[in-house]
């Protein structure tokens, strides 16, 4: 795994200079510590970090040239089926001098140009400098598990694995996004294609940009669909499904390095390593993360699984270090973001780097077969909702959730979020459900000067494009796509990319193989989400390989005590940030109305645990990143 980072200067007359690519490299320096490379030929340069998987010798060195120097490319990424791919590449007179997938995706473009993309299987962000058509191709993989941000202001065009790298050329202005801030405190992070930065933008999964002295485009290269359903059996999509995932997960065993897993002893990480016991004579190494609170601890399931399949098990437990390691994990994001998973997530990459260099994790079994249980929610609010006529819904429940928003008991506050959720279509339902607050709790924080420059802007903008794309009438689809295309990439991979990089340790996804997302999409709903029953076609694939204890167990997800450490643990830190009158906050809300929420905190009338942590986690990001001479520096 590898940083990359680049410039073109539309003006062919102005060069780049080699010191600006060093530095955006430096910058980010985690992400690949074996090796550094940088090209500079007159208007572009490229650059790279390396982290060594595949090919430890230096033949993997980049940024890499074709033989006669008209192709170069800065890659980050694996491509699990690059063997099979260079050898028909072989047989068409290609030669190789390397053992790496990075020159295969040179003779790849060669051969096939941007057509090149339909190839790969992997994870992949990479940019190929065309050099007889002074032209820029970069691409990012189907899903986002690798990242690619670029700025582009008309005159100059930059791109990096990191927003910290693009920011170390003193020509980028640092201007928030407000419509982005707007996002961020609704849905926990920022969407692509936004960044929290004005003209800095992220590649959106599943697309292309090609960049010369004239233009600057972008086009999509895959999209998931819902279309077709499948007419198979029960039996026969559970017999596709296990020998897509036992594919999947043989394909990313492949390494030169030492290889292990994410264990949390949920289905999916669970699954990951049953299916890795089967193609490996060793225990497989697995690493566990506990909390002191028994409602977030998961290592006992995680002990059941290793127990099974006989692995060479690892656990830490989350103490009451959290306060110290806040302001480094901020760095790393550059941008606000606010999954507080993503503190379990950095322990868990930093005691699997202490054993492996590679971890296989079970991300993308919930967005791939409606593991959530929002979804579960969703589906109880549809009934409902067919049940009572709409003019009901819109005009006597609103101003029952008002009255009952009033009240303090638990009881009367989920009464009142339901009737306010019910009020509205299924589709502004679910961005209700996947969102945190609503418009008038938003309003009620943010001053007067924030309001103007968000102006008419609505974020349900970014879950009504998805839900509105995807290819279907059916509901459940439409949700999962939705996730798919926005949460997923959005927070969970971010999450995984940036914890695992601050670690130097690479993170593969077998269930997000675009094999197993596409054959997920055409196994119908009822399926997916059966009886109230979760996952219910991935349970049954599995009932013959994991525990009944881990197949019907709660699901907890890898989430933290978050109300507690904002009560006890991190309380005077939270405080002394949130509440400060130099705080960065003061310059979008009132500082009034945040103390107003945060008291209702401390005693206990209200749970703002998560609204609190996305004002503490903007407030370090603002202080750390934003305000910072030299964003990222002293990581």
């Known amino acids: 795994m590898c940083g990359i980072a680049g410039k073109y200067n539309l003006n062919l007359k102005h060069p780049v200079s080699p010191k600006i690519i060093k530095a955006m490299c430096d910058v980010m320096a985690y992400r690949g510590p074996d090796d550094s490379g940088v090209y500079v030929d007159g208007p572009?340069?490229?650059?790279?970090?390396?982290?060594?998987?595949?090919?430890?010798?230096?033949?993997?060195h980049q940024p890499m040239s074709t033989a006669d120097k008209s192709l170069w490319v800065t890659f980050n990424g694996e491509i699990y089926n690059f063997l099979k791919l260079r050898e028909n590449l072989t047989a068409k007179g290609y030669v190789f001098s390397s053992d790496c997938d990075t020159e295969v995706i040179l003779a790849l473009y060669q051969e096939y140009g941007p057509a090149c993309l339909q190839y790969l299987r992997g994870m992949f962000a990479f940019c190929i400098w065309d050099k007889k058509n002074n032209t820029l191709f970069l691409a990012r993989d189907r899903i986002g598990k690798k990242p690619l941000y670029y700025y582009f202001d008309g005159k100059t065009f930059i791109f990096a694995s990191e927003i910290k790298a693009i920011l170390q050329d003193p020509?980028?202005?640092?201007?928030?996004?407000?419509?982005?801030?707007?996002?961020?405190?609704?849905?926990?992070?920022?969407p692509d294609p936004k960044t929290i930065y004005q003209n800095i933008y992220k590649?959106?999964?599943?697309?292309?940009?090609?960049?010369?002295?004239?233009?600057?485009?972008?086009?999509?290269?895959?999209?998931?669909?819902?279309?077709?359903?499948?007419?198979?059996s029960e039996h026969d999509l559970c017999e596709n499904?296990?020998?897509?995932?036992?594919?999947?997960?043989?394909?990313?065993?492949?390494?030169?390095?030492?290889?292990?897993?994410?264990?949390?002893?949920?289905?999916?990480?669970?699954?990951?390593?049953?299916?890795?016991?089967?193609?490996?004579?060793?225990?497989?190494?697995?690493?566990?993360?506990?909390?002191d609170s028994r409602e977030y601890d998961e290592v006992a399931y995680a002990r059941i699984v290793a127990e099974k399949f006989k692995t060479d098990h690892h656990e830490f437990t989350v103490k009451q270090d959290i306060e110290a390691i806040l302001p480094e994990l901020v760095r790393y994001f550059d941008e606000p973001f606010a999954d507080a998973s993503s503190v379990p997530t950095y322990y868990v990459s930093k005691i699997a780097r202490q054993q492996v260099t590679v971890a296989l994790s079970g991300d993308g079994g919930d967005e791939n077969f409606a593991g959530y249980e929002k979804y579960a929610i969703d589906d109880i609010e549809n009934n409902i909702r067919k049940k009572i006529p709409g003019f009901i819904r819109g005009s006597i429940f609103p101003f029952l959730s008002r009255v009952l928003s009033t009240g303090n008991h638990p009881v009367?506050?989920?009464?009142?979020?339901?009737?306010?959720?019910?009020?509205?279509?299924?589709?502004?339902?679910?961005?209700?459900?996947?969102?945190?607050?609503?418009?008038?709790?938003?309003?009620?924080?943010?001053?007067?000067?924030?309001?103007?420059?968000?102006?008419?802007?609505?974020?349900?903008?970014?879950?009504?494009?998805?839900?509105?794309?995807?290819?279907?009438?059916?509901?459940?689809?439409?949700?999962?796509?939705?996730?798919?295309?926005?949460?997923?990439?959005?927070?969970?991979?971010?999450?995984v990319d940036r914890m695992s990089m601050a670690n130097s340790l690479e993170v593969r996804a077998p269930l997000l193989d675009h094999r197993v997302i596409e054959f997920a999409a055409t196994i119908p709903g009822h399926l997916k989400y059966y009886r109230g029953q979760k996952k219910y076609i991935l349970k049954q694939s599995l009932a013959e390989r994991l525990p009944d204890e881990i197949l019907h167990r709660k699901k907890m997800g890898f989430s933290a005590p978050l109300a507690q450490w904002l009560r006890k643990e991190i309380r005077t830190f939270a405080e002394s940030h949130i509440l400060s009158h130099t705080a960065g906050l003061n310059h979008f809300f009132e500082p009034t109305a945040v103390r107003r929420i945060w008291d209702l905190h401390q005693t206990r009338k209200r749970n703002y645990a998560t609204v609190?942590?996305?004002?503490?986690?903007?407030?370090?990001?603002?202080?750390?990143?934003?305000?910072?001479?030299?964003?990222?520096?002293?990581?």
């Not at 490229?46 to 993997?60: A, E, P, V």
């Not at 020509?171 to 920022?190: G, H, P, T, W």
């Not at 492949?254 to 299916?275: C, K, M, T, Y």
Request: include cysteine.
């Open 241 to 291: 499904l296990v020998h897509l995932l036992d594919e999947s997960v043989q394909m990313r065993m492949i390494s030169d390095v030492p290889l292990g897993a994410f264990l949390s002893g949920g289905i999916d990480s669970s699954a990951v390593v049953a299916f890795m016991a089967g193609h490996t004579p060793k225990p497989v190494t697995t690493c566990a993360i506990g909390f």
């Open 412 to 495: 009367l506050r989920k009464g009142s979020t339901l009737l306010g959720t019910l009020s509205h279509t299924s589709d502004y339902g679910f961005y209700l459900s996947n969102t945190e607050g609503n418009d008038a709790f938003w309003q009620s924080l943010m001053n007067e000067e924030t309001k103007r420059a968000i102006g008419g802007y609505d974020p349900f903008s970014v879950t009504k494009y998805h839900y509105d794309k995807a290819d279907t009438e059916d509901h459940l689809s439409k949700i999962l796509y939705t996730d798919l295309k926005s949460y997923l990439p959005g927070d969970v991979l971010v999450k």
């Open 44 to 60: 572009v340069g490229l650059g790279h970090r390396r982290l060594s998987i595949l090919d430890l010798s230096k033949s993997g």
């Open 203 to 232: 590649l959106e999964p599943g697309y292309a940009l090609y960049c010369d002295r004239n233009s600057l485009k972008k086009e999509a290269y895959w999209d998931v669909s819902f279309a077709e359903t499948s007419k198979k």
């Open 171 to 190: 020509s980028v202005e640092k201007k928030i996004n407000y419509e982005a801030l707007s996002d961020y405190f609704r849905y926990l992070y920022v």
């Open 612 to 635: 609190l942590w996305s004002l503490l986690m903007f407030e370090l990001w603002y202080q750390e990143c934003f305000l910072a001479e030299n964003a990222g520096m002293g990581l």
